[in-house]
């Protein structure tokens, strides 16, 4: 735990999202490396994310609805020729 | 001539060949290419939408609406912003407008978000450790049990921590495109991305804090 820390994880998504150049993702992860709380919390950030696109997967639900869509939508005027 | 060219090159700068091609097909009213268009693009809007708007028939409902929408404004369509976030922002502005007619809108509180946030910290230093987390990080979690906590979580998050998520984190879309769906600025963006990820963090931390993990995979087992 440092006075960084609150500053560090300001900038948490250009490291995230591989925005930043090499000193600086080399910096931010000297930083996670030395400091337990903040490590945690960006692998948490980072497990979150993991999570969400697991769960992302249309569901049976979804892919029903959209065929029923895609029918609808291309019935009428294939029908009208 | 030049000029003609010129114009168009501009107008389809922000799609692909293959996405002109289709733009094409679309605007002569194919068939086939409307098919194509909701076979590539149906699921994952239903998808988005169930999740914006929280209710399968519903979603279903909005993403219609869109797609008729779509329809009728093709030929103005001249691919100034992709295809996926045309799609988007046709889903998103119907969604929007269904949640506030229902009071089902959730705004973000940025103040409040932002106060608790610097209250976890004492000078720039961790007030206290975040928890760990039960049954994930050391032991990865499936698909089955993510789904179950995402589930959970994302309801707790205002809508547009969900739809900024969702478009970055599970679509793909880069910053300009989520920009035209959603018709806020690259700053903005960049904020409302900050919040939306501590966010989800922090509900997610609400299923998977050691109580409520342990009685999911009581639940589970
Ligand atoms: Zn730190």
Redesign the pocket.
């Known amino acids: 735990?440092?006075p960084?820390?609150a500053a560090?994880?300001a900038q948490v998504d250009a490291f995230l999202d591989h925005e930043r150049g090499a000193l600086e993702r080399l910096r931010f992860a000297a930083?996670l490396a030395l400091?337990p709380?903040?490590d945690r919390y960006v692998r948490q950030l980072q497990e979150a994310r993991r999570l969400l696109r697991l769960a992302a997967t249309p569901s049976e639900s979804d892919l029903a609805a959209a065929r029923r869509l895609a029918v609808a939508h291309a019935r009428p005027r294939e029908a009208k020729g | 001539m030049v000029l003609v060219l010129l114009r168009a090159l501009l107008t389809l700068s922000a799609m692909t060949n293959a996405e002109a091609a289709l733009l094409e097909r679309l605007q002569r009213d194919e068939p086939a290419a409307w098919r194509q268009l909701l076979e590539r693009h149906g699921p994952a809007l239903v998808a988005y939408a169930r999740r914006i708007c929280g209710d399968a028939a519903q979603a279903e409902e909005l993403v219609q609406d869109a797609i008729v929408a779509i329809h009728g404004g093709i030929d103005r369509f001249e691919g100034r912003c992709s295809v996926k976030s045309w799609l988007y922002r046709a889903v998103h502005n119907r969604a929007i407008d269904a949640l506030r007619r229902q009071r089902r809108f959730v705004d973000v509180d940025e103040a409040r978000e932002d106060a608790d946030w610097a209250d976890r910290f004492d000078g720039g230093?961790?007030r206290a450790a975040p928890p760990p987390w039960c049954g994930s990080l050391d032991q990865r979690i499936d698909a089955k049990r993510a789904l179950a906590v995402v589930e959970r979580a994302l309801p707790r998050l205002p809508t547009q921590h969900r739809e900024v998520l969702w478009l970055k984190e599970v679509e793909g879309l880069d910053a300009v495109e989520i920009c035209d769906a959603l018709g806020i600025s690259p700053a903005n963006l960049r904020m409302c991305l900050h919040r939306a990820r501590r966010a989800l963090q922090q509900a997610v931390a609400l299923e998977l804090g050691s109580a409520a993990a342990e009685a999911l995979t009581n639940l589970e087992a």
Do not use: E
Request: with cysteine.
């Open positions: 735990m440092s960084r820390c560090i994880l930083h400091c709380p903040c | 230093a961790w």
